[in-house]
């Protein structure tokens, strides 16, 4: 029935609302969802048989040079990605100003971090300057690749489309180049090219695709806009650095303690660990939005869709670390053959902190939305300084597999364990407690997962 003076049509307007906003999302993770699994399967596959060519020692110095950009990632971001697609939604009149404000931002900040990296890299291993170079040179491809900002323009106005699209064949076009490389029998340095290329051209590609929906640019610098974002996203790009700590700082520990074959094993087995980590995150973005919305309208069903979201990220990531654990030495011996052996035992284990990583892609944007950034720091210190330590006290006696340990409990704890410490990120922590324990709640995952699909 309907209230006295409303017709049936006004009743039925916000369910209207909020079922268009359900299609809009669904489509938009549809899209994000099938540029990722393309991204991913073409670097992972590729990436895998680059790893074959090169060797497990040609391969750690290439995991090397990498880990720099993403241990450079507070710098080469700013912590700005998450906040833009928040201010377009909010602020839709100025998102010309937001976009300009980003790019610059983004620009400066890969500048300064391709300085710093070559720095770092030549304190480190004195003498060897094309080392150092190959390092600047990837962090300095960022400078084009912050154009990529217009992506959260895209996911803003639920229209990824011709951005999915640019980036796919991007990623394709890059996958075709480095098989050519193999079969030419490419030395390193033409893959560490290759993947500052890649960088740059996603950029162009994301501005050609803004151009071929928005028709012009209408971006502009606008210092106060500049400024805002940054008042908005320095605790994010602060947290942003001990997150970065605990991904990478195993590499370089790897690199700088043991041998480059080892450090080679090791990287191979993480990214065979961390392929699939880009379905959560996806996952966490598209639906942000819809969480904002829901937050200021039904903190009720809010609650509800948190809960349901994190069940669905824990079940997956259970699934597919206990596939995994069975299959790891088939998997390593088809992926990668015999001299990749070693690895097996450091995936069994890296795998299992997926676990935590999928719900933390969600709980980064549960804390954006609730503007609890300075947990983000919190969280992640607690993380980074576990994963040092224990890294420290592992790494020697048991090289790659004592790194694993070390991302596991690390990852555990930042993502998980350290919410416990404040009543105020206790709520998430007792909804990944449930999420945790879905085999006991199998009946609402799967009325979860059958009403998703």
Not at 149 to 157: L, T
């Given at each position: 029935m309907t209230a006295p003076g409303e017709?049936?049509?006004?009743?039925?307007?916000?369910?209207?609302?909020?079922?268009?906003?359900?299609?809009?999302?669904?489509?938009?993770?549809s899209w994000l969802m099938m540029?990722?699994?393309?991204?991913?399967?073409?670097?992972l596959v590729v990436g895998l048989w680059v790893a074959r060519h090169l060797g497990p020692e040609q391969q750690g110095l290439l995991s090397y040079v990498l880990a720099y950009?993403?241990?450079?990632?507070?710098?080469?971001?700013?912590?700005?990605?998450?906040?833009?697609?928040?201010?377009?939604?909010?602020?839709?009149?100025?998102?010309?100003?937001?976009?300009?404000?980003?790019?610059?931002?983004?620009?400066v900040g890969a500048l300064l971090s391709a300085v710093l990296c070559w720095g770092i890299a030549l304190w480190l291993n004195p003498g060897n300057t094309t080392l150092a170079f190959y390092v600047a040179l990837v962090n300095a491809a960022w400078a084009i690749g912050a154009l990529r900002?217009?992506?959260?323009?895209?996911?803003?106005?639920y229209i990824p489309r011709n951005m999915t699209i640019a980036m796919m064949v991007v990623s394709l076009s890059f996958a075709m180049l480095r098989i050519g490389l193999i079969l030419l029998n490419a030395p390193l340095g033409a893959f560490v090219y290759a993947a500052a290329g890649e960088i740059a051209v996603f950029g162009i590609a994301g501005l050609a695709a803004y151009l071929h929906t928005a028709s012009a640019i209408r971006w502009r610098w606008h210092m106060p806009t500049a400024r805002g974002l940054l008042r908005n996203s320095w605790?994010?790009?602060?947290?942003?650095?001990?997150?970065?700590?605990?991904?990478?700082?195993?590499?370089?520990?790897?690199?700088?303690?043991?041998?480059?074959?080892?450090?080679?094993?090791?990287?191979?087995?993480?990214?065979?660990?961390?392929a699939w980590y880009v379905l959560p995150i996806v996952f966490a973005s598209a639906i942000l939005p819809?969480?904002?919305?829901?937050?200021?309208?039904?903190?009720?069903?809010?609650?509800?869709?948190?809960?349901?979201?994190?069940?669905?990220?824990?079940?997956?990531?259970?699934?597919?670390?206990?596939?995994?654990?069975?299959?790891?030495?088939?998997?390593?011996?088809?992926?990668?053959?015999?001299?990749?052996?070693?690895?097996?035992?450091?995936?069994?284990?890296?795998?299992?902190a997926g676990v935590f990583m999928s719900m933390r892609a969600l709980l980064a944007q549960w804390l954006i939305a609730e503007d609890l950034y300075v947990f983000s720091i919190v969280t992640q210190s607690c993380g980074a300084l576990i994963?040092?330590?224990?890294?420290?006290?592992?790494?020697?006696?048991?090289?790659?597999?004592?790194?694993?340990?070390?991302?596991?409990?690390?990852?555990?704890?930042?993502?998980?364990?350290a919410l416990f410490l404040s009543r105020r990120t206790r709520p998430a922590g007792d909804m990944m407690v449930r999420a945790l324990f879905w085999p006991l709640r199998i009946a609402s995952v799967l009325r979860t997962l059958r009403r998703s699909l």
């Open positions: 017709t049936s049509s006004q009743a039925s307007a916000p369910t209207a609302k909020a079922l268009s906003y359900t299609r809009k999302a669904a489509l938009s993770f540029e990722r699994v393309v991204h991913l399967g073409a670097g950009s993403v241990l450079a990632t507070p710098l080469l971001t700013l912590g700005i990605n998450a906040i833009v697609a928040r201010e377009i939604v909010r602020h839709p009149e100025d998102e010309g100003r937001i976009l300009g404000a980003a790019v610059g931002l983004r620009m900002v217009v992506q959260f323009w895209f996911q803003a106005h605790m994010l790009a602060v947290s942003e650095l001990p997150a970065v700590v605990y991904l990478k700082i195993d590499i370089l520990m790897l690199a700088h303690t043991r041998t480059a074959s080892e450090v080679g094993h090791y990287a191979a087995a993480a990214r065979l660990s961390e819809r969480l904002i919305s829901l937050r200021d309208q039904d903190h009720g069903r809010y609650n509800q869709r948190l809960q349901e979201a994190y069940d669905l990220l824990a079940c997956g990531a259970m699934l597919v670390a206990m596939t995994t654990t069975v299959l790891a030495d088939d998997i390593i011996s088809f992926l990668l053959g015999p001299a990749y052996a070693p690895s097996a035992l450091i995936l069994i284990i890296h795998i299992w994963n040092i330590a224990l890294n420290l006290i592992l790494i020697p006696s048991l090289g790659g597999t004592g790194a694993a340990m070390a991302t596991v409990v690390s990852y555990a704890v930042a993502s998980f364990g």
